[in-house]
């Protein structure tokens, strides 16, 4: 589950809602409580994480040299 995802891929996903991990390196933008994916989808952040989650990803606290490897680990993993 999600959970399990978010556990072996630490590095990649942020926890932004009981329902949903963001990987924020594809977050296009953000408004109150949404970030929108570069995708065109939508993901919704609980009131409780916003504003950290807004700050973390204004801040470029995720540096993708830090990820990369496990990044290209999850992208096979899914198939692609």
């Known amino acids: 589950g999600i959970t399990a995802i978010h556990n072996k891929y630490p590095e990649l996903f942020v926890r932004v809602h009981k329902s949903y991990l963001l990987n924020p390196w594809l977050v ?34 995720f540096c993708w040299s830090n990820i990369a490897d496990k990044y290209i680990d999850v992208y096979k993993n899914f198939g692609h």
């Open 28 to 61: 296009k933008s953000m408004k109150r409580f949404e970030a929108a994916m570069v995708d065109g989808s939508r993901v919704p952040i609980s009131t409780r994480k916003y504003m950290e989650i807004k700050k973390n990803i204004s801040d470029g606290l």
